[in-house]
């Protein structure tokens, strides 16, 4: 739910600000065409979600050949900021461009080049700059933005927020049962939760103070001010209640807690020993030194596993939860494979119908017996 709630919201923000782009250039010309509109927007995200894997790409593969924090920081700096230039030179969309490149510096440049230190000092400095930026757009439209007139205006402003909500509820109604059929169905009650995550904040804001001077531009900053007050104050601070209500969070258990605990712990000796091995392969540290290092690890391993399938056995919650990962796992596992033998031949794309079928068939029978409630709609 996570993952999903926060990859609309990127993609989301992005779209929005092409969609945004084209509508004011066909406001200030007067010209209008739907098949244009449509064809601009097709181009113009992809265009710009191709530029920014590539740079993307590029320097993942330079910070792999780059052991310091401060020089890989620089690069994702320049990489952000070098992404949005090139492609608003290129006539493509600078913010999808800077999403592609993120994704793909954040996901295979990570895996290939960072080290560990480097992942906690990247994050750290980027979730700094994202709250630096968030601050300055608020602070920037607070000295914009008459609050007594907010105030004469909150009549308008709560039917737009209204609207916002209402246009969202139907978007998502019809998109996501789209989305269901693609991997797995999605409940009512995670419906609801992307529904009513859909916050505003900084990019409708930086767009409303970007819009060329005109007779509307001080209401609709007002606007804007007001709907996202709204947003964050009504459906921010209501989402932990609405997630409890919908039994989507919960207080877990004391041993629930204790397995996790060790099984993040066995994650990160997991972490350590792999770093270990991916040192002597570097040959920056030799056998003796790895087999010092790497026997507690391996020690705390063993230790942890034993106690985690102890815990499983006594626990019939946690097996359940383990019992479900792994099911999913295997699920994703077999869906993968028989994409791999079609793309080699070795089945026609009928049988991969036929057979994906199967799968999405024995997927939802999983959801229901998860969820008695879980909105499933199989394919027909």
């Known amino acids: 739910l996570s993952i999903l709630v926060e990859g609309e919201s990127l993609f989301n923000d992005g779209a929005a600000v092409v969609v945004f782009k084209i509508l004011l250039a066909l406001a200030i010309t007067g010209k209008f065409s739907l098949t244009s509109a449509f064809f601009s927007f097709l181009l113009v995200?992809?265009?710009?979600?191709?530029?920014?894997?590539?740079?993307?790409?590029?320097?993942?593969?330079?910070?792999?050949?780059?052991?310091?924090?401060?020089?890989?920081?620089?690069?994702?700096?320049?990489?952000?900021?070098?992404?949005?230039?090139?492609?608003?030179?290129?006539?493509v969309s600078g913010v999808m461009a800077v999403i592609a490149a993120g994704l793909i510096y954040g996901n295979y440049g990570k895996e290939i080049g960072m080290s560990p230190n480097t992942q906690v000092m990247m994050a750290a400095f980027w979730e700094y700059a994202g709250f630096l930026m968030n601050s300055l757009v608020f602070l920037l439209i607070g000295t914009q933005v008459d609050l007594r007139q907010m105030a004469h205006n909150w009549r308008e402003i709560l039917a737009a927020f209204v609207c916002v909500v209402l246009a969202r509820l139907l978007v998502m109604l019809i998109l996501v049962p789209l989305a269901g059929k693609i991997d797995r169905p999605i409940s009512a009650a995670w419906q609801t939760v992307i529904v009513w995550a859909g916050l505003r904040g900084s990019i409708s804001m930086a767009l409303a103070i970007g819009l060329p001077a005109s007779e509307y531009k001080d209401q609709i900053l007002l606007m804007t001010f007001g709907v996202v007050i709204l947003s964050l104050f009504l459906q921010g601070l209501t989402m932990p209640k609405l997630l409890r209500g919908l039994k989507i969070i919960g207080q877990e258990s004391d041993e629930v807690t204790n397995y996790e605990i060790k099984l993040g712990q066995m994650l990160m000796h997991q972490r350590?020993?792999?770093?270990?091995?991916?040192?002597?392969?570097?040959?920056?540290?030799?056998?003796?030194?790895?087999?010092?290092?790497?026997?507690?690890?391996?020690?705390?391993?063993?230790?942890?596993?034993?106690?985690?399938k102890e815990l499983g056995t006594k626990q019939i919650s946690i097996r359940q939860e383990q019992v479900r990962d792994a099911r999913k796992n295997l699920m994703t596992a077999q869906l993968a494979?028989?994409?791999?033998?079609?793309?080699?031949?070795?089945?026609?794309?009928?049988?991969?119908?036929?057979?994906?079928?199967?799968?999405a068939e024995e997927q939802i029978k999983m959801a229901r017996e998860e969820d008695p409630d879980h909105d499933a709609h199989p394919e027909e």
Do not use: N, W
């Open 337 to 359: 494979t028989l994409r791999e033998a079609y793309e080699r031949g070795l089945i026609s794309d009928a049988v991969l119908e036929i057979l994906t079928k199967e799968l």
């Open 272 to 308: 350590c020993l792999k770093e270990l091995r991916r040192m002597k392969a570097r040959l920056s540290i030799s056998v003796d030194v790895f087999d010092e290092l790497a026997a507690p690890h391996e020690e705390a391993m063993l230790r942890l596993q034993e106690e985690v």
């Open 45 to 91: 995200s992809v265009g710009g979600l191709l530029l920014g894997a590539l740079l993307g790409y590029v320097i993942s593969k330079l910070t792999a050949m780059i052991d310091d924090h401060l020089i890989e920081i620089t690069l994702s700096t320049i990489l952000a900021y070098g992404s949005y230039i090139a492609a608003e030179h290129l006539g």
